[in-house]
């Protein structure tokens, strides 16, 4: 059964610090790992979708990697702003025989403060 | 907005009540999903159509509830006698698999709180 852990579970940072949340997985055979940001009470946001034969995926401000061998991904976040703050969600996707489901980590809660 | 909507938005209702709630996918999505997820927890895969079949559910979809897509297109989830463990926030989401990995879009979410 895939399993999904998020480090840390609470992180609070100065505004302007780069950062770094951890996602790891017990199962390797994945197709993509995506990476979801949620604000308090809302849904999920896309951040970065990282296919197996990928190593990283950059946009603005953001980059996740991918190690799928060591069964790793990091969400690195280049100067941190207030509006930054949230809850980032890894989560994994393996194919099977009927659908894709996702599997979730329980998310690193993120605070960017002035 | 990701072109995945949910209805409604939050939902009170007494134990041992029905509930039903209601996702349109993005249109020429044929795959749709539903999730739950607690508080402090990430979301929980519920269940999973392509078109209009249901091809897998999860154990923790109890013989209370019952997903359809009757048409291929909007999905329905029902709660029957609720009970106060099913408070949580229900999300949607849905994908191609032919474009972008599968990667799946979620709606805002109904949160359900039961009393």
């Known amino acids: 059964k895939q399993e999904v852990t998020q480090i840390p579970a609470a992180l609070s940072v100065p505004e302007g610090e780069n950062l770094v949340l951890n996602c790891s997985f017990t199962d390797s055979a994945i197709y993509n790992l995506q990476w979801f940001r949620q604000d308090p009470g809302k849904g999920l946001t896309s951040l970065l979708l990282?296919?197996?034969?990928?190593r990283e995926q950059t946009s603005g401000r953001l980059n996740a990697s991918l190690d799928k061998s060591s069964g790793r991904s990091t969400l690195y976040i280049a100067a941190s702003q207030p509006g930054d703050s949230a809850t980032y969600l890894c989560a994994v996707m393996i194919l099977t025989g009927g659908g894709n489901k996702l599997t979730f980590g329980t998310g690193t809660q993120l605070k960017v403060e002035l | 907005d990701t072109g995945v909507s949910q209805n409604p938005r939050h939902k009170i209702t007494k134990r041992g009540q029905n509930v039903t709630f209601r996702c349109d996918p993005i249109?020429?999505?044929?795959?749709l999903y539903w999730y739950r997820q607690t508080l402090g927890q990430g979301p929980e895969f519920l269940t999973y159509?392509?078109?209009?079949?249901?091809?897998?559910k999860s154990r923790l979809l109890s013989d209370r509830f019952s997903a359809e897509r009757p048409k291929g297109s909007f999905s329905t989830l029902e709660i029957q006698r609720t009970e106060q463990g099913d408070s949580a926030m229900y999300l949607c989401a849905s994908s191609e698999p032919g474009q972008t990995y599968n990667e799946q879009f979620f709606g805002p979410g109904t949160r359900l709180t039961v009393l």
């Open positions: 159509f392509q078109n209009e079949a249901q091809l897998e």
């Open positions: 990282i296919q197996s034969s990928q």
């Open positions: 249109s020429e999505h044929n795959r």
